[in-house]
T-cell receptor, first 113, second 113 residues
């Protein structure tokens, strides 16, 4: 069975500071990994995905994530937080790029001026 | 492309009533997923279809829930009878192996009173 664990249900960052959201996965097969963002009262929007190509994946809005097999991790980063980054972020794992997703519990990001 | 379209956006109903949620996937996508989001359980997969056929309904909570996909452009999720614990946001998503996209709808916020 596949699963992801997101460390920290809430993260507070200052505007302009580094954003780091942690995600560790468990999978018996090579995983496909995703990060989604959810703004209040909206659906989920794909930030980026890892599909076994490059281990460093660049996404939208200046986010990127690095796949580290040795650490079973797929942490999300952004060098400089913006107020508009305040949202909930979900890490997810799948057997493939089009199939069912197993989501983590989510991390709520608050950006302070 | 209009994306994945869900209706209604909001639904308030009384306990015991039948509720039907609707989803129109992206044209050309052959997989469709129903997810539920609650504070307690996060995002969980209820059921998914491939080429209109239900593949995995292990996430459907109980017999009160049923889902159908009569054709490639329409799916319903029905709850009968509804209970207050069914209150949640229900998301539909569609995807395709041949097209790079896994897209979520904006969700239906269901409140059962």
């Amino acid at each position: 069975a596949q699963s992801v664990t997101q460390l920290g249900s809430h993260v507070s960052v200052s505007e302009g500071a580094l954003v780091l959201l942690r995600c560790n996965y468990s999978s018996s097969v090579p995983p496909y990994l995703f990060w989604y963002v959810q703004y209040p009262n909206q659906g989920l929007q794909l930030l980026l995905k890892y599909t076994s190509a490059a281990t460093l994946v660049k996404g939208i809005n200046g986010f990127e994530a690095e796949f580290k097999k040795s650490e079973t991790s797929f942490h999300l980063t952004k060098p400089s937080a913006h107020m508009s980054d305040a949202a909930e972020y979900f890490c997810a794992v799948s057997d493939d790029s089009w199939g069912k997703l197993q989501f983590g519990a989510g991390t709520q990001v608050v950006v302070t001026p | 492309d209009a994306g994945v379209i869900q209706s209604p956006r909001h639904e308030v109903t009384e306990m015991g009533q039948e509720v039907t949620l609707r989803c129109k996937p992206i044209s050309g996508h052959n997989s469709l997923f129903w997810y539920r989001q609650t504070m307690m359980r996060g995002l969980e997969l209820l059921i998914y279809f491939n080429n209109n056929v239900p593949i995995d309904d292990s996430g459907m909570p109980e017999d009160r829930f049923s889902a159908k996909m009569p054709n490639a452009s329409f799916s319903t999720l029905k709850i009968q009878p509804s209970e207050p614990r069914d209150s949640a946001v229900y998301f539909c998503a569609s995807s395709s192996r041949d097209r790079d996209g896994y897209t979520f709808g904006s969700g239906t916020r269901l409140t059962v009173v």
